[in-house]
């Protein structure tokens, strides 16, 4: 999944503990989406950003808070983890070729390889 | 009703057989569709993207839109044992940033 790059792949925290998820994209594109995937429940939004300066809350952004440090960096950010945080976290960008302000209309996304996290 | 309804399996064929992974959505406003593959600890990855009704085609796989039903399909001829992942349908509206509603997958296991 070049293009999007997330970092750490694991993660296990205690329940409590704060941790920053990383994204970093190479495909210039104005806006990234966080995602969270859990069993049965599929993908749900939790933020997003349409540029660089702004977010918007998704469908489950509670416990969560997101920085758009730069067009090529969108992070996500648990305060304070809690059990019904674990779950594997996608971060996603447009898959059509990025640069002008309209180019993100209506693409499909490209995600790349997720998170994975477990707080006990 | 959820918005999107997918059937999350698993549906096991043997390799060579044609396969069909359906979902049907309630929300008529939806005019971008999607499939996505996802293997196990991958992210999904897009196969196929369609707008309103119709059929498209690229090698092995099909998808297919009814909006007058609100259901959508994708077909996989001659499959293969790389096909087994998790089949994602997702959809969006017309207007806004894509902020796509998934279905939460259907796991295809084809065996050889």
């Known amino acids: 999944n070049a293009g999007v790059t997330q970092t750490p792949k694991f993660q296990v925290l205690k329940t409590g503990q704060s941790m920053t998820l990383q994204c970093a994209q190479d495909?210039?594109?104005?806006?990234m989406y966080w995602y969270r995937q859990d069993p049965g429940m599929g993908l749900r939004l939790i933020y997003y950003?349409?540029?660089?300066?702004?977010?918007d809350k998704g469908e489950v952004p509670n416990g969560y808070n997101v920085s758009r440090l730069n067009k090529r960096e969108f992070s996500l950010r648990l305060e304070s983890a809690a059990p019904s945080q674990t779950s594997v976290y996608f971060c996603?960008?447009?898959?059509?070729?990025?640069?002008?302000?309209?180019?993100?209309?209506?693409?499909?996304?490209?995600f790349g390889n997720g998170t994975r996290l477990t707080v006990t | 009703q959820k918005e999107v309804e997918q059937d999350p399996g698993p549906l096991s064929v043997p390799e060579g057989a044609i396969v069909s992974l359906n979902c049907t959505y309630s929300?008529?406003?939806?005019?971008?569709f999607m499939w996505y593959r996802q293997y196990s600890r991958k992210g999904p990855e897009l196969l196929m993207y369609?707008?309103?009704?119709g059929n498209k085609e690229d090698g092995r796989f099909t998808a297919q839109v009814d909006k007058s039903s609100k259901y959508i399909s994708l077909f996989i001829r001659d499959s293969q044992p790389s096909d087994s992942a998790t089949y994602l349908c997702?959809?969006?509206?017309?207007?806004?940033?894509?902020?796509?509603?998934f279905g939460k997958g259907t796991m295809l296991l084809v065996s050889p």
């Open positions: 929300n008529s406003a939806f005019q971008y």
């Open positions: 369609t707008y309103s009704s």
């Open positions: 495909m210039n594109h104005n806006s």
């Open positions: 950003s349409a540029s660089e300066g702004t977010t």
């Open positions: 996603a960008t447009p898959k059509t070729k990025g640069g002008g302000p309209d180019s993100s209309y209506n693409s499909p996304l490209h």
């Open positions: 997702a959809m969006s509206r017309n207007s806004g940033y894509s902020t796509l509603t």
